[in-house]
């Protein structure tokens, strides 16, 4: 099977990891610059927002199967584009995007298909007074969201009313650009977020082992919010029940609702959730795999993930296709460069993967480079070092046993990724 694979992250070198294992067979081609993603892939030198540049090496190539790693492109109407070609796509249509990147769409699909989520209303820069008004008939906390997408800074937890009123004249001002020129004022949920991620056709589904992201750069959950610092999977914060309230109240509903609504989600749905008491309610969704979930939970699945995929991309879900690995738990420790998600440099040289490797680890990619033959940093997120183990804490002590083989000027890692897992063990 020949593999196209769009995007450039930790997230996209784990997927080309686990496509390239799933058989003997596949072939994956990328025009990523990232080293982990070239350790693996056929370099291709195109263009990858030239969607016909795309299409043309997709057909002359006999490629199999296109899978698109990051929202952008897909909220680009990517796989719509490749589709009207004949070229399978795993990956929703522009219109099924709108999951992640309209908010507001996204809450009114929830709201019309009884889809627990927090209670919101959604305003345009026209409707200024009544967002006031909607703003004096919550109780703070309050969250402010752009609609668009925003790389993950279009959300604001507001303290009091006045800041809440004052985010949202700043995001009317053009802050977030054509992104702010709507948003969402919703309440403020209690809880612990987790993530889970469902493989879908459209109508059939298999949901992947559940996980929790640590989406704040320092340790205790503290100060700013980055692309995720950290995953563990699976979690017990979702038992047994709490899974099965997911899957009927959440996963099935959105995937029947967005289908009845004549925009088949096929792709990877993930579902951004609120934990309490046992019940979830949704926070987002996103129209994609998440980073750095996918490094966390891939290593686990076991079966022919390419085939899966595949199927998925032509209606047909195929189970079989998919084995979980239950008894085991995994963790990543993202290893960013000191500074992020603020300033930062890049161009350090990295020592000590393979180190990390003989130890038993697992080594994703998230902003790498080669130079000179040198391998160095080219990102705020440099690494993911991923780890199995038979129990949360071993996964834990082996992913961080790893963490100390590596290297590099800068390297800033949280030091708690997963702790928050132990409570429930
Ligand atoms: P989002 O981009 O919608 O996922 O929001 C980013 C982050 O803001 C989430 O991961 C949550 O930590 C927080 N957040 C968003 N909406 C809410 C909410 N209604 N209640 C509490 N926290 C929220
Ligand atoms: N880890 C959060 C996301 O992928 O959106």
Redesign the pocket.
Known sequence: MRIFLVGNGGREHCLAWKLKNSANDVEIFSPSKNAGIQSIANFVSIDEKNYEEISKFCLERRIDLVVVGPEDPLANGIADFLRAKGIPVFGPSRLAARIESSKSFAKEFMRRNGIPT?QFSSFTIEQFNDAVDFINSLHPPI?V?ADGLAA?KG?V?CQTREEAIKVVKQMFSGEFAEAGKKVVI????EGE?ASVLAITDGENYVLLPTSQDH?RIFDGDLGK?TGGMGAYSPTPLINRPALEQIENEIIRPAIVGMANEGYPFVGCLYA?L?VKDNRAKV??FNCRFGDPETQAVLPLVKGDFASLLLSAANGKLNKDYYQGNESKFSCCVILASKGYPDEYQKGFEITGIELAESLGCVVFHSGTLKVDNKLVSNGGRVLGVVALGDTLQEAIQKSYDGVDKIHFENKYFRKDIGAKGLKYV
């Open positions: 927090a969250v969201k993950g959300v937890v919703e309440e403020f949920l977020e989406k919010n951004g609120m926070v987002e």
